[in-house]
C-alpha cells in the first residue's frame, strides 16, 4: 500500500489565494520531502523536513509535521499562476535507502 | 549558458582517501543540491542549498561535506571516501519558486571507491 498519500487528489484556487495540500503514511519515518512536477517535466525538490522538526518554511512554502498523527502538510502562501503544479510528499519509509512518493495532488491556481 | 557543470565525469578512489567533486551553474539559481543514484534506486539527496552561505543536510548527509560560498559554486566534499560512496552523484539547480520551473541536472560524476 502506499506509504505517502496526498489529499486532496485535486485542488483548484484563484491566485493569490493559499493552497493546503496534506500527506499521511503509515510507518515511522526519519524525514519527509516535498516535490512538485510540472506537466512533463522531472521532479523538483521543494523542501525536506526531518522526524524531530514540526515546521519548517522556505520562501512561499510552509511544511508541517506531525509524527503522532504520521501526517505532513504543504501550505502555499500568496499562489500564482506558476506554481500550478502535481505536488508529492515522499518518505524514506522507516529509514529504508528507498524514497517512496506518495500519488500527488494536482494544483491548479487560476490568474 | 554553460547551464550545470560537474567535474570530473569519472573518479576512481581508494578507500580513506578525500577528494571534491566540482559543481558550478551560471543560471544565477539560489537552490542547488547533490543527489546520489545507486543501481535500482531513486535519486537521494545528500545536501541542499537555498542560497550563498545557507547549506542544509538532505537524506543521507553522512560522509560528506557541502559549503555554498558563492552562488554560482557547490563542491561536495568526500572527508574519508567508503566503498559504500560508489555511487554516481549528480547537481542540480533550479529557481527558489520562482517562475522557473525545470530543476537542471548536471551530466554526471561517477565515483568508484575501492
Known amino acids: 500500500s502506499q506509504q505517502g498519500e496526498e489529499d486532496p487528489q485535486a485542488l483548484s484556487i484563484q491566485e493569490g489565494e493559499n493552497a493546503t495540500m496534506n500527506c499521511s503514511y503509515k510507518?515511522?519515518?526519519?524525514?519527509l520531502q516535498w516535490y512538485r512536477q510540472n506537466s512533463g517535466r522531472g521532479l523538483v525538490h521543494l523542501i525536506l523536513?526531518?522526524?524531530?522538526?514540526r515546521e519548517k518554511h522556505s520562501g512561499r512554502l510552509r511544511v508541517t509535521l506531525d509524527t503522532s498523527k504520521k501526517s505532513s502538510s504543504l501550505l502555499i502562501t500568496a499562489s500564482r499562476a506558476a506554481d500550478t503544479a502535481s505536488y508529492f510528499c515522499a518518505t524514506d519509509a522507516g529509514g529504508s535507502e528507498k524514497l517512496v512518493f506518495g500519488k500527488g495532488t494536482k494544483l491548479t491556481v487560476n490568474p | 549558458n554553460a547551464g550545470v557543470t560537474q567535474t570530473p565525469k569519472f573518479q576512481v578512489l581508494k578507500t580513506g582517501q578525500s577528494m571534491t567533486l566540482q559543481c558550478a551553474q551560471d543560471?544565477?539559481?539560489?537552490?542547488m543540491s547533490w543527489y546520489r543514484q545507486d543501481p535500482g534506486m531513486g535519486l537521494r539527496l545528500i545536501h541542499y542549498?537555498?542560497?550563498?552561505?545557507?547549506?542544509d543536510q538532505g537524506e543521507v548527509p553522512n560522509g560528506y561535506n557541502v559549503s555554498r560560498s558563492t552562488t554560482e559554486d557547490f563542491p561536495l566534499r568526500l572527508l574519508s571516501a567508503a566503498p559504500s560512496q560508489t555511487s554516481v552523484y549528480f547537481c542540480?539547480?533550479?529557481?527558489?519558486?520562482?517562475?522557473?520551473?525545470?530543476?537542471?541536472f548536471g551530466p554526471g560524476t561517477r565515483l568508484l571507491v575501492l
Open positions: 542549498s537555498v542560497g550563498a552561505g545557507i547549506t
Open positions: 523536513i526531518r522526524s524531530n522538526e
Open positions: 510507518t515511522s519515518i526519519n524525514n
Open positions: 543560471m544565477n539559481h539560489e537552490y
Open positions: 542540480a539547480s533550479t529557481l527558489l519558486a520562482g517562475d522557473q520551473e525545470t530543476q537542471y
